[in-house]
């Protein structure tokens, strides 16, 4: 595992409990319980953690940097050594929700919470886009709020 997975793990460790809450807040209230899911869940399956109402859920959870200025989801597409890519497990139908947030120290301060099964659907995830290189070698690729929006992917957001 790269040195990189450690680093980005312990920073989105310091978000998951401000994140549970945040979800917990949701109208319906459609979370109940959560627990963060395992290392083969997390590589293997786009699971960061998992959700329990009536049934057990699956959700990504993605946190950006303060230093990051776009509001749009993005999803890594390829990586050098050729693993699979969180937009191949998504894609595969891997993963139920997607909670991406924005943060500033500690902090969430925007976040959008998308219904993976609606994005897979929307063929937006099919669609061809400009994958963006990262410093560590891999790509993303960005889905903006509107098409998100459009699509009606999103099930809550708060900007």
């Not at 459609?30 to 959700?59: C, H, P, Q, S, W």
């Not at 993605?62 to 999803?75: E, S």
């Not at 597409?77 to 890519?85: E, F, I, L, N, Y």
């Amino acid at each position: 595992m790269s040195p990189g997975y450690y680093t980005d793990r312990s920073f989105s460790n310091k978000h998951i409990s401000q994140a549970f809450g945040i979800l917990r807040s949701l109208p319906a209230g459609l979370f109940v319980d959560f627990e963060e899911a395992g290392f083969e869940a997390d590589v293997k399956e786009a699971t960061d953690v998992m959700a329990v109402a009536n049934g057990m859920y699956r959700i990504a959870m993605r946190f950006r940097r303060p230093y990051k200025t776009y509001r749009d989801l993005t999803i890594r597409s390829s990586r050098p050594t050729g693993a699979k890519t969180e937009l191949q497990k998504i894609k595969e139908g891997f993963g139920d929700y997607y909670f991406y947030g924005w943060t500033e120290g500690d902090t969430i301060i925007e976040w959008i919470f998308v219904d993976l099964y609606k994005l897979r659907a929307s063929g937006l995830l099919d669609k061809p886009r400009r994958e963006i290189p990262s410093p560590d070698g891999t790509h993303f690729i960005a889905i903006g709020h509107n098409e998100l929006e459009e699509h009606g992917c999103i099930i809550a957001s708060e900007f």
